[in-house]
């Protein structure tokens, strides 16, 4: 059934208050709602409950008295009670199986512990309920449960009540002050330890933290406490916004179908956004626990105290929630590695969906399962949709309109229409076109090109256009801005650029010019003959940018530009180019953008590298995900042979230089958390992979496993010596075998290292990879219910490894197929997360696109198929 925005109607009924007594079982939990109901829509006969056939239910009353079986419909997903009056209570008891639930949606166990997961849809399988985020309502909340296996007992708000009951159980009543929509309701009931800390807010309302976790996993919560006391100071001090509760609870969990969810009050997570220790976590698993913390916190205000209308709307919280933590992180770290890190994930994951058959515009007008909408588009690119809005309205005007837009919708459940008025009232701009962003799915392609005319102008030409998406043949232009600037080729050239014909200001961070038009043209005097242009600075727009800048010019500008995206993305470009030209068979050194490539891998290599972290950025390479996106009828493995060929002339060409950075660096690593200490690991790890293509590299690789102290030292060894066929370890001691098993071992009481441990294994560049996942399928660590293992084999392979996973028999489509209707049985969210990249075929040679079809059409042949994986793989086959 396809749900459509222009369907939206607002409730016919509100419930003001709901009161739930839980007992909890693990087969036979008893669930009795209290629903206050005030009939809003005076035509409204009936009330619609949604539900499910994961539930039993076991009574139905109407202000005290029971229902007569024939006052009411009950279906597989809901019931409608007739002929009820204006204002009533309604009780309605329930039976789940929380031990059989598999899909983790809805009350599940997680290692024996309660947990729940509402959104977007969890509710209705603990209760019947309008289940719409629309509907705010007051929660009151009795747990029960067994004392012995359950001492900790945890819901929304403050605990108001607790005590003992008979037979060895206990109860705990709490109370959320703030009404919120259902899908913000939690609850967890366990053995959990906790670690706690207290902040005061800046107006003085002290707040007790406390983060739960299972016993062995305690000892590694410190970060993420640490780093929501951060977020807490953060949200104060950048956008004037305080936490409003006593007490702010957080529960780390391993079986979780997304990151994390921000249940008022009661944040629970998948611990891999927890968990960080230095012997266990990366540097970028410490910085994603940052980042998560940070994002669910966030979504107090920007999710919770206004949340949204309906489903359509979810980058009004997430979006902005994203942007949110963007900048938190920006602020925590480095802004322009940050920046790299997102433009990367757009590029690899945004890019193609949106340039794919499942591609969606920001705010989606239609669904068929909701849980299928949790995208890059309406995350990350709706991300970028408010940070191009500050672009365009300033960044005070945007500060204020944050301001207006609490002040205004506080309390509410409103649209993305509501915030970008908020924005145009306080920027005091027209943002009518600029709304499209939201409603026209597609990337953007810029193309850019430069002149001079007669009287000595600069003319800068920028033609937008966006390919067609489903259901979108035909695009209007955007309204968007592109931040530019002129670099003189002689630093000491001090001409000013003036900006004569076109809409645009000089800021500091250069010119920001405003593209509306399918062609516009800037005007620019005073432009120095020789100047470069920097175009599209920090990624000021989330487009495909192709530009008419000559090698000679990216080689300045990978060299010399001050904005760090601008540089790394000149380096790229050579990179692209040079495994394009490979890939068609140009010798590296032959080709013109393989010696610019070469030219300045030795020129970084030999100079003083400043800046360790960025230049680990410059030194790497586009992946093959990227590279292949731009590419018609794809040999995806014939572009996996170019790209290595690229990497291993770049690493013989400087071998002794490399080898000499190297060990530079790798004896420079301190086992810190500081940013120049990750920043030394990151370059080194980058360097380690270069030195392992040469002669000995095996030695390297053994080498630095053993001296390492943290787990990002550990991974960058064991991920390279996962690509080294067993044959060909040397004496060294870099063999596969012996560091994976080495590792193993030492990390076998640690799930998620054992997830890293798989994912290696699953990305690996062996000859036999294919093989080795199906024994891994095999293994005893190895399980369909937990979400992060299946990711770690399955989304690993499937997006991080193209060679393998588009073997030219189409093995790998139908190991991803098969994989896909054994998950999907046991949770269909999880199985359709995995069906992504067999939507890529349109890309793809023909007689990979027809083994990629087929694998989709056994999918679409399974009878019993969800209708999660059937939304997907439908869309997919579409032509
Ligand atoms: N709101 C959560 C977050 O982004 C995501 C939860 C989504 N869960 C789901 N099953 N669709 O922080
Ligand atoms: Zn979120």
Same mark, same amino acid.
């Given at each position: 059934?396809?749900?459509?925005?222009?369907?939206y109607?607002?409730?016919?009924?509100?419930?003001?208050?709901?009161?739930?007594?839980?007992?909890?079982?693990?087969?036979?939990?008893?669930?009795?709602?209290t629903?206050?109901?005030?009939?809003?829509?005076?035509t409204?006969?009936?009330?619609?409950?949604?539900?499910?056939?994961?539930?039993?239910?076991?009574?139905?009353a109407?202000?005290?008295?029971?229902?007569?079986?024939?006052?009411?419909?009950?279906?597989?997903?809901? $019931?409608?009670?007739?002929?009820?009056?204006?204002?009533?209570?309604?009780?309605?008891?329930?039976?789940l199986d929380? %031990?059989?639930?598999?899909?983790?949606?809805?009350?599940?166990?997680?290692?024996g512990?309660?947990?729940?997961?509402?959104?977007?849809?969890g509710?209705?399988?603990?209760?019947?309920?309008?289940?719409? #985020?629309?509907?705010?309502?007051?929660?009151?909340?009795?747990i029960?449960?067994s004392?012995?296996?359950?001492?900790?007992?945890?819901?929304?708000?403050?605990?108001?009540?607790?005590g003992?009951?008979?037979?060895?159980?206990?109860?705990?009543?709490?109370?959320?002050?703030?009404?919120? #929509?259902c899908y913000?309701?939690?609850?967890?009931?366990?053995?959990?330890?906790?670690?706690?800390?207290?902040?005061?807010?800046?107006?003085?309302?002290?707040?007790d933290?406390?983060?739960?976790?299972?016993p062995?996993?305690?000892?590694?919560?410190?970060?993420?406490? %640490?780093?929501?006391?951060?977020?807490?100071?953060?949200?104060?001090?950048?956008?004037?916004l305080?936490?409003d509760l006593?007490?702010?609870? !957080?529960?780390?969990?391993?079986?979780?179908?997304?990151?994390?969810?921000?249940?008022?009050?009661?944040?629970?997570?998948?611990?891999?956004?927890?968990?960080?220790? @230095?012997?266990?976590?990366?540097?970028?698993d410490?910085?994603?626990?940052?980042?998560?913390?940070?994002?669910?916190?966030?979504?107090?205000?920007?999710?919770?105290?206004?949340?949204?209308r309906d489903?359509?709307?979810?980058?009004?919280k997430?979006?902005l929630?994203?942007?949110?933590?963007?900048?938190?992180?920006?602020?925590m770290g480095?802004?322009?590695?940050?920046?790299?890190?997102?433009?990367?994930?757009?590029?690899? !994951?945004?890019?193609?969906?949106?340039?794919?058959?499942?591609?969606?515009?920001?705010?989606?007008d239609?669904?068929?399962? =909701?849980?299928?909408f949790?995208t890059?588009?309406?995350?990350?690119?709706?991300?970028?949709?408010?940070?191009?809005?500050?672009?365009?309205?300033?960044?005070? *005007?945007?500060?204020?309109?944050?301001?207006?837009?609490?002040?205004?919708?506080?309390g509410?459940?409103?649209?993305?229409?509501?915030?970008?008025?908020?924005?145009?009232?306080?920027?005091?701009?027209?943002?009518?076109?600029f709304?499209?962003w939201?409603a026209?799915?597609?990337?953007?392609?810029?193309?850019?090109?430069?002149?001079?005319?007669?009287?000595?102008?600069?003319?800068?030409?920028?033609?937008?256009?966006?390919?067609?998406? #489903?259901?979108?043949?035909?695009?209007?232009?955007?309204?968007m801005p592109?931040?530019?600037?002129?670099?003189?080729?002689? %630093?000491?050239?001090?001409?000013?650029?003036?900006?004569v014909?076109?809409?645009?200001?000089?800021?500091?961070?250069?010119?920001?010019?405003?593209?509306?038009k399918?062609?516009?043209?800037?005007?620019?005097a005073?432009?120095?003959?020789?100047?470069?242009?920097?175009?599209?600075?920090?990624?000021s727009?989330?487009?495909?940018l192709?530009?008419?800048?000559?090698l000679?010019d990216?080689?300045?500008?990978?060299?010399?530009?001050?904005?760090?995206f601008?540089?790394?993305?000149? *380096?790229q470009?050579?990179?692209?180019?040079t495994?394009?030209?490979?890939?068609?068979?140009?010798?590296?050194?032959?080709?013109?953008?393989?010696? @610019?490539?070469?030219?300045?891998?030795?020129?970084?290599?030999?100079?003083?590298?400043?800046?360790?972290?960025?230049?680990?950025?410059?030194?790497?390479?586009p992946?093959?995900?990227? !590279?292949?996106?731009?590419?018609?009828?794809?040999?995806?493995?014939?572009?996996?042979?170019?790209?290595?060929?690229?990497?291993?002339?770049?690493a013989?060409?400087?071998a002794?230089?490399?080898?000499?950075?190297?060990?530079e660096?790798?004896?420079?690593?301190?086992?810190?958390?500081?940013?120049?200490?990750?920043? !030394?690991?990151?370059?080194?790890?980058? $360097? $380690?992979s270069?030195?392992?293509?040469?002669?000995?590299?095996?030695?390297?690789?053994?080498?630095?496993?053993?001296?390492?102290?943290?787990?990002?030292?550990?991974?960058?060894?064991?991920?390279?010596? @996962?690509? =080294?066929?067993d044959?060909?370890?040397?004496?060294?001691?870099?063999?596969t075998t012996?560091?994976?098993?080495?590792?193993?071992?030492?990390?076998?009481?640690y799930?998620?290292?054992?997830?890293?441990?798989?994912?290696?294994?699953?990305?690996?560049?062996?000859?036999d990879?294919l093989?080795?996942?199906?024994?891994?399928?095999?293994? #005893?660590?190895?399980?369909?219910?937990?979400?992060?293992?299946?990711r770690?084999?399955?989304?690993?392979?499937?997006? @991080?490894n193209?060679?393998?996973?588009?073997?030219?028999?189409?093995?790998?489509?139908e190991?991803?197929?098969e994989?896909?209707?054994?998950?999907?049985?046991?949770?269909?969210?999880?199985?359709?997360?995995l069906?992504?990249?067999?939507?890529?075929?349109?890309?793809?040679?023909?007689?990979?696109?027809?083994?990629?079809?087929?694998?989709?059409?056994?999918?679409?042949?399974c009878?019993? =198929?969800?209708?999660?994986?059937?939304?997907?793989?439908?869309?997919?086959?579409?032509?």
């Amino acid at each position: 059934k396809t749900i459509r925005l222009a369907d939206y109607k607002p409730p016919g009924f509100s419930i003001p208050r709901i009161s739930l007594v839980i007992s909890l079982d693990r087969h036979e939990t008893r669930v009795k709602a209290t629903l206050d109901c005030v009939r809003q829509d005076v035509t409204a006969a009936s009330i619609r409950l949604d539900g499910s056939a994961h539930m039993r239910l076991a009574g139905l009353a109407v202000d005290g008295r029971p229902v007569a079986e024939s006052l009411y419909d009950l279906d597989v997903d809901g $019931l409608s009670l007739k002929n009820v009056p204006d204002h009533f209570t309604l009780t309605i008891d329930t039976v789940l199986d929380p %031990a059989a639930n598999t899909r983790l949606e809805g009350l599940y166990l997680s290692e024996g512990c309660f947990c729940t997961q509402c959104e977007a849809e969890g509710f209705r399988h603990i209760t019947f309920f309008p289940d719409r #985020p629309d509907i705010l309502s007051l929660y009151d909340v009795r747990i029960e449960a067994s004392r012995e296996h359950c001492p900790v007992l945890l819901s929304n708000g403050n605990r108001v009540e607790s005590g003992m009951l008979p037979g060895g159980r206990h109860y705990a009543v709490w109370r959320d002050p703030f009404p919120k #929509p259902c899908y913000l309701f939690a609850l967890v009931a366990g053995d959990l330890e906790c670690l706690s800390e207290r902040f005061v807010t800046r107006s003085g309302r002290p707040v007790d933290l406390h983060l739960y976790a299972k016993p062995h996993d305690i000892g590694q919560c410190g970060h993420a406490l %640490a780093s929501l006391k951060r977020a807490m100071r953060w949200d104060e001090d950048v956008f004037g916004l305080e936490y409003d509760l006593d007490v702010y609870n !957080i529960v780390a969990v391993s079986d979780f179908n997304m990151g994390a969810m921000e249940n008022k009050s009661l944040n629970i997570f998948n611990t891999k956004f927890v968990l960080a220790a @230095a012997e266990t976590a990366t540097d970028r698993d410490f910085d994603n626990v940052e980042g998560v913390i940070g994002h669910e916190y966030f979504h107090n205000w920007t999710g919770n105290r206004i949340t949204c209308r309906d489903w359509f709307q979810l980058s009004l919280k997430e979006g902005l929630t994203v942007f949110r933590d963007q900048e938190f992180s920006s602020d925590m770290g480095s802004r322009a590695l940050k920046r790299l890190d997102d433009v990367r994930l757009l590029r690899t !994951i945004q890019f193609p969906e949106d340039s794919g058959p499942l591609a969606h515009p920001v705010r989606p007008d239609s669904y068929v399962e =909701i849980n299928n909408f949790y995208t890059a588009t309406v995350y990350n690119k709706g991300a970028e949709v408010i940070r191009m809005m500050r672009h365009l309205i300033g960044t005070e *005007a945007f500060q204020a309109g944050m301001a207006l837009y609490i002040e205004r919708h506080d309390g509410q459940a409103v649209t993305c229409e509501d915030f970008v008025r908020t924005m145009e009232d306080a920027g005091g701009r027209d943002l009518t076109q600029f709304r499209l962003w939201y409603a026209q799915s597609g990337t953007p392609h810029l193309d850019i090109r430069r002149s001079r005319d007669e009287t000595g102008m600069t003319v800068l030409e920028v033609v937008q256009s966006c390919p067609p998406t #489903p259901g979108q043949p035909v695009k209007e232009p955007f309204h968007m801005p592109l931040l530019m600037d002129w670099l003189p080729r002689n %630093a000491s050239d001090r001409s000013a650029p003036r900006l004569v014909d076109g809409t645009g200001q000089r800021l500091e961070q250069g010119f920001l010019l405003e593209l509306r038009k399918p062609v516009e043209r800037f005007v620019f005097a005073d432009v120095p003959v020789d100047a470069v242009p920097s175009l599209l600075r920090g990624f000021s727009a989330p487009v495909i940018l192709k530009t008419d800048v000559s090698l000679d010019d990216l080689s300045f500008l990978a060299r010399h530009d001050d904005d760090a995206f601008v540089r790394f993305e000149a *380096a790229q470009t050579l990179g692209r180019k040079t495994v394009l030209d490979r890939m068609h068979d140009v010798p590296v050194g032959s080709g013109e953008a393989g010696q @610019a490539l070469l030219a300045f891998f030795t020129h970084l290599l030999s100079g003083p590298l400043e800046d360790a972290a960025l230049t680990a950025e410059l030194l790497s390479l586009p992946g093959e995900t990227e !590279i292949g996106d731009a590419v018609d009828a794809l040999d995806p493995v014939r572009l996996h042979r170019a790209r290595e060929a690229v990497l291993n002339t770049l690493a013989a060409n400087d071998a002794e230089l490399l080898q000499a950075s190297y060990t530079e660096y790798r004896d420079r690593q301190t086992p810190d958390l500081s940013s120049e200490a990750k920043a !030394i690991r990151r370059l080194s790890g980058l $360097l $380690l992979s270069y030195v392992a293509r040469l002669e000995g590299g095996a030695g390297y690789v053994g080498e630095h496993y053993r001296r390492a102290f943290t787990m990002t030292e550990r991974m960058a060894a064991l991920v390279e010596a @996962a690509h =080294i066929p067993d044959h060909a370890a040397d004496g060294g001691g870099g063999g596969t075998t012996d560091l994976l098993d080495d590792f193993y071992r030492r990390y076998e009481e640690y799930p998620l290292v054992i997830d890293k441990w798989f994912a290696v294994q699953a990305q690996s560049r062996r000859g036999d990879t294919l093989q080795r996942i199906c024994k891994l399928k095999e293994h #005893p660590a190895f399980t369909l219910h937990n979400p992060n293992r299946v990711r770690a084999v399955f989304t690993t392979f499937s997006m @991080a490894n193209p060679a393998c996973f588009h073997t030219g028999d189409g093995s790998g489509y139908e190991l991803l197929a098969e994989t896909i209707m054994e998950v999907d049985p046991i949770n269909p969210q999880v199985a359709a997360r995995l069906v992504a990249p067999l939507g890529r075929w349109r890309r793809l040679e023909p007689t990979r696109q027809k083994l990629m079809r087929a694998a989709l059409e056994r999918i679409l042949s399974c009878k019993s =198929i969800s209708s999660d994986v059937k939304e997907l793989v439908q869309k997919s086959l579409q032509a």
